[in-house]
């Protein structure tokens, strides 16, 4: 397991970076952004934004404040804002977000839930 979760006050989240190439298997935790230009097996979680590249793929699940995809996924996806889905990501699973964006070539398949905490304002008939 990587945790980045021993900063002092005074500094900013770290920016992590997993490179082409690169295969991580477990469970990934950050206070910062993370990069994925590799391959991920196991579970993501960030209190910052999660970057998944074109070349890159995640194959578990995904926590995080924000999601940019370009590349693969399958699994399930938990976004606390806005979820961006690129013109080449291929997403497979649950998508659970407040938010979603997605590019025409983008390519979903499964459940997706949206606004998640807010509740419907509904005006009654006069």
């Given at each position: 397991m990587?945790?980045n979760?021993?900063?002092?006050n005074?500094?900013?989240p770290?920016r992590?970076?997993?490179?082409?190439?690169?295969i991580?298997?477990?469970e990934?935790?950050?206070?910062?952004?993370?990069r994925?230009?590799?391959?991920?097996?196991?579970?993501l979680?960030?209190?910052?934004?999660i970057?998944?590249?074109?070349?890159?793929?995640i194959?578990?699940d995904i926590?995080c404040?924000?999601a940019?995809?370009?590349?693969?996924v399958h699994g399930k996806?938990v976004?606390?804002?806005?979820?961006?889905?690129?013109?080449?990501?291929?997403v497979e699973?649950?998508?659970?977000?407040k938010?979603?964006?997605?590019?025409?070539?983008?390519?979903?398949?499964g459940?997706?839930?949206?606004?998640?905490?807010?509740t419907?304002?509904?005006e009654?008939k006069?």
């Amino acid at each position: 397991m990587l945790k980045n979760n021993n900063m002092s006050n005074n500094e900013s989240p770290a920016r992590n970076i997993i490179g082409n190439g690169t295969i991580i298997r477990g469970e990934i935790e950050s206070n910062g952004d993370i990069r994925i230009d590799g391959r991920v097996e196991g579970i993501l979680k960030s209190n910052g934004k999660i970057v998944l590249g074109q070349n890159g793929s995640i194959e578990g699940d995904i926590f995080c404040k924000q999601a940019d995809l370009s590349g693969k996924v399958h699994g399930k996806i938990v976004v606390d804002e806005l979820t961006s889905l690129k013109s080449t990501s291929r997403v497979e699973g649950e998508l659970t977000t407040k938010q979603l964006y997605i590019e025409i070539g983008a390519i979903f398949t499964g459940k997706c839930e949206m606004g998640k905490g807010e509740t419907p304002k509904v005006e009654a008939k006069k």
